[in-house]
T-cell receptor, first 112, second 117 residues
Framework: SQQGEEDPQALSIQEGENATMNCSYK?????LQWYRQNSGRGLVHLIL?????REKHSGRLRVTLDTSKKSSSLLITASRAADTASYFC????????????FGRGTQLTVWP | DTAVSQTPKYLVTQMGNDKSIKCEQN?????MYWYKQDSKKFLKIMFS???????INETVPNRFSPKSPDKAHLNLHINSLELGDSAVYFC????????????????FGPGTRLLVL
C-alpha cells in the first residue's frame, strides 16, 4: 500500500514565491527522502533526512521532519520556473533492505 | 556521463509479446532496483538486487523476470505482455549500507515508456 501522501496534489505559484509541500506517512522510518521528477524524466534525489533529524537545508530547499506526527515538509524558497516538476517523498518503512515507498507526488507549476 | 542508463527509451508492442529492458549503472553501486510508475505517477518497487542476488521481490507476476549478469547491470524481461503492463519502468541503483546501516540515496535512470497495444 502507498506510504507517503503528498499534499497538495497540485500547486501553482508565481516565480519568486515560496512553495511548501507536505508528506505524511504511516509507519516508523529510518529516513525520509524527497525526489523531483521533471516531465518525461527520471527521479532526481533532492535531500535525505534521518529520523533523528528535525530540519535539513540544501540551497533553496528546506526539509522538516516531525516523527511524532509522521509528517515532513519540503519548502522551496524563491521559486523559479525551472522548479516546475513533480515532487515525491519516499520512506523506507523502517527497513534496511533498500525498499523505497513513494507517495503520489505534488505537481508544482511555477509561472514566470 | 550517464550514471544510470536504460534501453530502450520507448517500447511499443503487441499483447502477448515478450520484451526486455536493459539497465546499466556506472556508479560502482552494488544494489539495483526496478520500479513501475503507472499513469497516475504512482511509483512502486518491483525488484531489488544486491551483488547480483535478488533481495526484494514485491508482489509481481512471474511473467516479470529480472536478470543481473553482473553488479553493473539489471535487465528486466517480461513475458506475455498484457495491456496493464503499460507504464514507465525505472531502473535505479544505490550503494548498499553496512549491516544495520540506513538506506542510501537511489539514483534513477531516465525510464522506459512501455505501451502494450
Amino acid at each position: 500500500s502507498q506510504q507517503g501522501e503528498e499534499d497538495p496534489q497540485a500547486l501553482s505559484i508565481q516565480e519568486g514565491e515560496n512553495a511548501t509541500m507536505n508528506c505524511s506517512y504511516k509507519t516508523s522510518i529510518n529516513n525520509l527522502q524527497w525526489y523531483r521528477q521533471n516531465s518525461g524524466r527520471g527521479l532526481v534525489h533532492l535531500i535525505l533526512i534521518r529520523s533523528n533529524e528535525r530540519e535539513k537545508h540544501s540551497g533553496r530547499l528546506r526539509v522538516t521532519l516531525d516523527t511524532s506526527k509522521k509528517s515532513s515538509s519540503l519548502l522551496i524558497t524563491a521559486s523559479r520556473a525551472a522548479d516546475t516538476a513533480s515532487y515525491f517523498c519516499a520512506t523506507d518503512r523502517g527497513s534496511t533492505l533498500g525498499r523505497l515507498y513513494f507517495g503520489r507526488g505534488t505537481q508544482l507549476t511555477v509561472w514566470p | 556521463d550517464t550514471a544510470v542508463s536504460q534501453t530502450p527509451k520507448y517500447l511499443v508492442t503487441q499483447m502477448g509479446n515478450d520484451k526486455s529492458i536493459k539497465c546499466e549503472q556506472n556508479l560502482g553501486h552494488d544494489t539495483m532496483y526496478w520500479y513501475k510508475q503507472d499513469s497516475k505517477k504512482f511509483l512502486k518497487i518491483m525488484f531489488s538486487y544486491n551483488n547480483k542476488e535478488l533481495i526484494i521481490n514485491e508482489t509481481v507476476p512471474n511473467r516479470f523476470s529480472p536478470k543481473s549478469p553482473d553488479k553493473a547491470h539489471l535487465n528486466l524481461h517480461i513475458n506475455s505482455l498484457e495491456l496493464g503492463d503499460s507504464a514507465v519502468y525505472f531502473c535505479a541503483s544505490s550503494r548498499w549500507g553496512l549491516a544495520g546501516d540506513r538506506l542510501e540515496t537511489q539514483y534513477f535512470g531516465p525510464g522506459t515508456r512501455l505501451l502494450v497495444l
